[in-house]
């Protein structure tokens, strides 16, 4: 049984927490949070039984043994650093960290305690629809490019548009389009086809100096692949990756909710319409299966390969930004 400690309180930890309750393998023991009435009501909501305001406090529990992290971007570096030290395994909100040297210096912490497992939590690589995409790929005999498109517009950018500095549209917070919608895009790119030999990202600034939408291009050997996003509009623009006379559509970069593969006959096939009430189950039990049994083969292979994932978004996510001139602040 893996022992749930939560810092954050949002829609995307309860949507989180919600994922795990239908699993076996989890129990919410402990909640984070600043405010003790914000603890003590999500708490309440989800069944944990304790709650807790200090940080080094959360930590030395012994209450849990895994922790989730949904907190601001800037914050998720020392967050994470104090967990492992204290024994914790990790699964971090995307994107895990906002630049090179914390993803480094994290590497380095975490091959001092072997013992201890990280995660990125980008669910959208963890769904069977996204499985059939990679299925297809492999199937195609040419890949000539591809685009993918995520666009919502976010509440919080009302606030920006009244004057306000919310933490998803601040650079203090590692906040903007491409540190949150467009991390799964970059996640599609990476994991479907590797790094790409050149970036180039073309943003949108708001008035609080972060990017409120963007496009951004990975330059591979053969072929380009687009990555258009954003938290100022919305889009139903869908998502294609090309071969020569066939192609795979899929709805939606981020949701991943139906894809389809029209062959050279333009026949178009449902390869993947799977779809879980939770988008974050399949991540949920994908992360549990390796913490409970880390020494299976099969489960450390899976593990190396997401880590290095998460290392190579990182790199492309960093490059993309210093490609715009997007720096944060202390950075």
Known sequence: MIKLGVIGTNWITQQFVEAIQTLQEYELTTVYSRKIETAEEFATRNGAKNTVTDLEQFFNSDDFDTVYIASPNSLHFEQAKLAVENGKNVIIEKPAFSNQRQMAQFQEI????????????????????????????????????????????????????????????????????????????????????????????????????????????????EFVVTLNFSKMSNSEMTSEIAGLKDFIEIDDAGEITEVSYHNDE???????????????????????????????????????????????????????????NIVFVNE
């Open 110 to 221: 975490l091959a001092a305690h072997p013992e201890v497992k990280f995660f990125e939590a980008a669910r959208n690589i963890h769904t069977a629809n996204f499985h059939a995409i990679e299925k297809q790929v492999n199937e195609m005999d040419t890949i000539s490019g591809a685009e993918f498109t995520y666009s919502k517009y976010s509440s919080r950018y009302d606030k920006v548009l009244a004057g306000e500095e919310p933490n998803v549209f601040s650079l203090k917070y590692a906040g903007g389009a491409l540190q949150d919608l467009g991390v799964y895009t970059v996640y599609d790119a990476v994991t479907l086809f590797g790094l790409p030999d050149e970036v180039a990202y073309f943003p949108k600034l708001v008035n609080t100096g972060v990017d409120g939408k963007g496009t951004a291009v990975l330059k591979y050997v």
């Open 266 to 324: 333009s026949k178009r096939t449902v390869i993947g319409n799977k779809n879980l009430d939770n988008p974050m189950l399949e991540e949920a039990a994908d992360f549990a299966k390796v913490i409970l049994a880390p020494d299976d083969v099969d489960n450390q292979k899976l593990y190396r390969y997401w880590n290095q994932l998460s290392i190579n978004v990182n790199k492309v996510l960093y490059n993309l930004r210093q490609d715009a």
